[in-house]
């Protein structure tokens, strides 16, 4: 079994800037995968950003400049550097992620449980 574990959100002013952290534990014998989703009210789930194995970052184009995904040195941690935010970026942020959990190569595909950015004055 795994686990993600996210944090990091809170409150925040426009202009204003956050790191969420997601940690993932358990059964792991390597991680394929590390991602970031948003979801906001009323609209459905969207990508943010992506990390693989080998540290290459993919962000959304849109936040592009703002947003920074990177993986932390136990390989198991995951963050997201989010500045100039904007109301816009009001969201639940959920870490999901393609775990390898045996040696055969059997993965596991599974969320957090969200962490709330709200940007607001």
């Known amino acids: 079994q795994v686990q993600l574990v996210e944090s990091g959100g809170g409150v925040v002013q426009p202009g204003g800037s956050l790191r969420l952290s997601c940690e993932a534990s358990?059964?792991?014998?390597?991680?394929?995968?590390m991602n970031w989703y948003r979801q906001a009210p009323g609209k459905e789930r969207e990508f943010v950003a992506t990390?693989?194995?080998?540290?290459?970052?993919n962000v959304r184009d849109s936040l592009v400049g703002r947003f920074t995904i990177s993986r932390g040195n136990a390989k198991n941690a995951m963050y997201l550097q989010m500045n100039s935010l904007q109301p816009e970026d009001t969201a639940v942020y959920y870490c999901?992620?393609?775990?390898?959990?045996?040696?055969?190569?059997?993965?596991?595909?599974?969320w957090g449980q969200g962490t709330q950015v709200t940007v607001s004055s």
């Open positions: 999901h992620a393609e775990v390898v959990i045996n040696l055969y190569g059997s993965t596991w595909n599974g």
């Open positions: 358990g059964t792991i014998f390597s991680i394929n995968a």
């Open positions: 990390i693989g194995r080998g540290g290459r970052p």
